[in-house]
């Protein structure tokens, strides 16, 4: 059986943030990620729908640097190039299928949008290079924790060789909390209360869709365009210039029909209905696109629960402490979700990330 200080379950910002540091302050931990890529919801991937050096943001792609420090100050920290995202142009709104899309000038962004070069999961990569890579567990899902004595029982499953054990003094879990009551059983039981709360907290971009359409230029920048829309005729609700850092160009938008309906629909479907639509918004040349791609984060499994397929709401900031009883002493929270103060965010889950590493700090140094 292996045994380790702190066990982090989640391969996405937050753990591998809280890996690294807690790695860096000589603690041995471990990241255990069910799927067989690290990154959680930030999926940067090229017009193949493959994970990418160079990709378009199939999850999260923002951050604002003067009201989320964290991430401007986490982007200064790995040496990450950061631009800012196209809004240069008219905005065209639909407002009815009856009637033709308009185009306004907008006014000035009081804060401007940023992104990574690279997309976002440069961030990714460059905090698991801080890490050893028999430090890294892919394909390995936790499915039960058992309190003992002097930490934490954790029973894997681990690809195609069963389930096996691993023990932890510390377990950070760096996951959505309705995930993680829908995925692991704890023994003892968590409280009825803790259970209410992980349960009602949704889970940021687990009820949505994006659609990318890749061009070979960016014809709606020439036309006078940001690749800006707002449509309340759809099946595209919102939608912006995706472009590359290194010119790559594209569209893409979030869908705003339901989890269900496009599961009813299908792929292939929504995907020749949103080329429909940039064609209405941006013109004839929109219908061609070189590639399309379509995530939907509802279908899921280690993103989506069921409560997940409806709904949508951003979770709300409330109390730091999201364990109790037995468990409080050694089982941390650290999914963006957590976050006091940006809850869904990729600066949520930074900060959520460093509350964790602080208080395992914390703890070694008390004698």
Known sequence: MSTYHVAIIGGGLAGLYAAQALHASGID???IEARDRLGGRILSADETGHPSEDGFDLGPSWFWPTMQPAMAELVDELSLQSFAQNSVGDVVFE?????RPQRFSPAMENQQSMRIAGGTA??????????P???IFLRTKVIAMTLMDK????????GDTGIRTLTAARVIAALPPRLLETSVTFSPAQDEATVARWRGTPTWMAPHAKFFAVYDRPFWRADGL??????????????????TASGKPALFGFLGISAAQRATLGDASLK??????????FGSEALSPRATLLKDWAADPFTATTADSVGGDHPMPG??????GPWEKHLLLAGSETSDTEPGYLAGAVEAAKRAVARILSDVETP
């Open 29 to 31: 931990t471990v990241v």
């Open 95 to 99: 407002r009815m299928s009856r009637e």
């Open 122 to 131: 440069a961030a990714i990569r460059a905090l698991a290079g801080k890490l």
């Open 133 to 135: 890579a028999d430090r």
């Open 151 to 158: 930490g934490v029982e954790l029973n894997v499953e681990a």
């Open 226 to 243: 940001a690749g800006t829309a707002q449509s309340m005729v759809g099946p595209m609700v919102e939608i912006h210039d995706a472009t």
């Open 272 to 281: 020749q209905a949103c080329i429909a639509q940039l064609g209405r918004l």
């Open 319 to 324: 109390s730091p402490k999201w364990v109790f």
